[in-house]
């Protein structure tokens, strides 16, 4: 592989975290324990179900009082929720753009009418109003014309999510108009995401407001250079979905290769990292241990919201066979994997 990408020349166009108008977030769930004095943590073989509702609503009114929006249990999304909630909303995709009524006012519609439960906290707009908020925000001419050359950004913030959508594409070529609703549900993924389950929000309270030693920024910043050597074309060739035809796509012959590079790719950016003082985790196990957690999180996020590129097999005009674009989710499924080695190997010596 290519050498590793420095920190201050990644941009993540269609990233699952917040752009320069909100806070990148992570998704550990717990608060910081010195906050919650007298919590009697969880025992997996003898606690009973009232007691375990009993702490969450006991979470739940901690957070409050932070500002920090907490979900019950049995209100909390599960992963398969979000993306058959995904699925559903993109039958209605297709017929808004069939009518050719397609805006950021239907499809805010047809999202609260599938999910009520997001109505003012996940907020459709287009790029015409992410040019202006940007602006408003004090960024240059520059950096706003680097944004803009995406299709989808999503901005996350405690009290909403925004997505930012450009509906010019609607009127483009067929692949233009297939790329525009396959970013539309992946950002659409990362934002029920953020708003149907604890952990970022948990995470924003963790790390911008009680400031407790996580570096969740820097975390973020590290994904996302770490990922980008390894991103594959959003092809719409068509394919097996394969391990030996996404490490072809990789160069690589083998998934312990494949991991050995990942090991490799990591150290650089922990070793530029640690060399600007940006990364200050030291020998803390337990620190190490939510970073791997949380890049594995990550993983997993952009694993589910890339499931959208089944979208492109449209282009082909063939809806029983993948693209290659659908080999993506296969290489961050090898994050996982490989993040969590990572997280239990630390554990073991804490």
Known sequence: MAGV?????????????AKPLAKKLGRQTLPVKSELKGLVPLEKDTITLNRFNSQSERLKDFYNSKGIPYLLPHEEWSDKKILDTIKLLGKDLDKLAELKTLNKETLQEALEKLVPEVKGTVIIKD??????????????????????????????????????????????????????????????????????????MTDLYKNNIHKCHNQSQIFNMTFGVFENNYLLPF????????????????????????????????????????????????????????????????????????????????????????????????????????????????????
């Not at 995406?150 to 609607?170: C, G, M, R, W």
């Not at 998934?255 to 940006?278: P, Q, R």
Request: net charge positive; hydrophobic share 30%; charged share 35%.
């Open 235 to 350: 092809e719409t060739a068509k394919t097996e979905l394969t391990q030996e035809n996404m490490l072809k796509q990789l160069g690589f012959n083998s998934i312990e290769k494949l991991h050995n590079d990942f090991e490799k790719t990591l150290n650089n950016i922990i070793k530029e990292t640690k060399s600007t003082g940006s990364l200050n985790i030291g020998s803390d196990k337990k620190s190490w241990k939510q970073f791997y957690t949380y890049l594995k999180e990550k993983a997993i996020s952009e694993k589910n919201a890339y499931q959208a590129n089944t979208r492109l097999r449209e282009v082909n005009g063939d809806l029983d066979t993948p693209t290659e674009s659908e080999l993506i989710p296969l290489v961050y499924g090898e994050m996982e994997k490989f993040f969590n080695k990572k997280r239990v190997q630390v554990n073991k010596q804490i």
């Open 5 to 17: 990408k420095p920190l201050t020349k990644i941009y993540e166009k269609t990233s699952s975290v």
């Open 127 to 200: 790029f015409a109003d992410f040019k202006k908020d940007l602006t408003a925000a004090g960024m240059n001419k520059e950096s706003i014309e680097h944004w803009l050359e995406s299709n989808a950004i999503i901005a996350k913030k405690i009290d909403k999510t925004t997505v930012y959508l450009k509906f010019e594409k609607l009127n483009g070529d067929k692949f233009e108009q297939v790329s525009f609703k396959k970013s539309v549900e992946h950002e659409l993924e990362h934002a029920l995401e953020s708003r149907q389950k604890n952990t970022e």
